[in-house]
C-alpha cells in the first residue's frame, strides 16, 4: 500500500497530507480532532501543544556514505529522535506505522522513539540484513542464518519484530478503528521488553532490565 491509499484509507480523500521531498508532511482531521503527521514535530510542539502526531514510516535507512557521515547524518538522526522524544514527554500522543519499508538507523529513530509502533501485514522490517550482521559480529552467515530460524532476534520480517515488542499489533481491516484504538490506547509507558517477554520473542530483555532496576 503507498502512502496515499494509506492516508485516503485514514483520513479520506480530502485530507492534507503531502509529499515535500522525501517526507510526509501536514495534517488531517481525525475523530474531528486535528493529527498532526511530519518530521517537523518542533513546529508541532509550539504551534499545537499535545497535538497528537503520527509518524507514516517507509525508510530506507541511513545512507552510510562517506559525504552523508562528513555532513552529520549521525547528528541529524541524533536531533529527530530526541525531538520525538522531547514531544513524548510534553504530553503529545505519537505514534509509528510502518506501512511499507522500515530499515536501519532511520526506524531506530522514528518508529521505535514512539509511544507505540504498529505496521501493516505487508510492512517489511529489519534493522540489519544477516550478510551485514556476519560482518559485526564476526560470524559465520551460516550460524546467524540457523539462529534466525528459531529466534526472532536474528530474523527480519515484520512477525518477528511483534514477537520481540519492537511493533505493538499489526493494522488489519478496518485501518481507522486501528488508528482509533492506536490512540486510545498510547501511553508514555515502555512495554516492549514485557511484550517481547510475553511473545517469546525477548525473553530475558525485561527480567534484565528490572535487576538492573532493583540494583539502583
Known amino acids: 500500500m503507498d502512502w496515499k491509499q494509506l492516508a485516503s484509507t485514514l483520513f479520506?480523500?480530502?485530507?492534507?497530507i503531502r509529499q515535500d521531498g522525501d517526507l510526509l508532511v501536514?495534517?488531517?482531521?481525525?475523530?474531528?480532532?486535528?493529527?498532526?503527521?511530519?518530521?517537523?514535530?518542533?513546529?508541532?510542539?509550539?504551534?499545537?501543544p499535545q497535538r497528537a502526531i503520527l509518524l507514516l514510516i517507509d525508510t530506507q535507512g541511513q545512507q552510510l556514505r562517506r559525504r552523508d557521515e562528513l555532513l552529520g547524518i549521525?547528528?541529524?538522526?541524533?536531533?529527530?529522535?530526541?525531538?520525538?522524544?522531547?514531544?513524548?514527554?510534553?504530553?503529545?500522543?505519537?505514534?509509528?506505522?510502518?506501512y511499507d519499508q522500515a530499515l536501519?538507523?532511520?526506524?531506530?529513530?522514528?518508529?521505535?522513539?514512539a509511544d507505540a509502533c504498529d505496521a501493516l501485514p505487508e510492512a517489511e522490517?529489519?534493522?540489519?540484513r544477516i550478510p551485514a550482521m556476519a560482518r559485526v559480529t564476526k560470524?559465520?552467515?551460516?550460524?546467524?542464518?540457523q539462529l534466525s530460524r528459531s529466534n526472532p532476534v536474528f530474523a527480519p520480517g515484520v512477525e518477528n519484530y511483534v514477537a520481540m515488542g519492537g511493533v505493538r499489533r499489526l493494522w488489519q481491516g478496518d485501518l481507522q478503528a486501528a488508528l482509533r484504538e492506536a490512540l486510545a490506547q498510547a501511553s508514555t509507558?515502555?512495554?516492549?521488553?514485557?511484550d517481547g517477554a510475553a511473545r517469546g520473542g525477548r525473553r530475558l530483555a525485561a527480567d534484565v532490565a528490572q535487576r538492573v532496576l532493583d540494583a539502583a
Request: aromatic share 2%; charged share 20%; proline share 1%.
Open 12 to 16: 479520506g480523500d480530502s485530507h492534507g
Open 104 to 113: 536501519s538507523g532511520g526506524f531506530l529513530t522514528s518508529g521505535l522513539i
Open 139 to 145: 560470524l559465520p552467515e551460516s550460524m546467524l542464518l
Open 125 to 128: 522490517i529489519r534493522v540489519m
Open 74 to 98: 549521525n547528528r541529524a538522526m541524533a536531533h529527530l529522535g530526541m525531538s520525538i522524544d522531547l514531544a513524548r514527554r510534553r504530553g503529545h500522543r505519537v505514534i509509528g506505522l510502518v
Open 26 to 48: 501536514g495534517t488531517a482531521r481525525f475523530d474531528g480532532q486535528e493529527l498532526a503527521q511530519a518530521r517537523v514535530v518542533l513546529d508541532t510542539m509550539t504551534s499545537h
Open 189 to 194: 509507558d515502555d512495554v516492549r521488553a514485557r
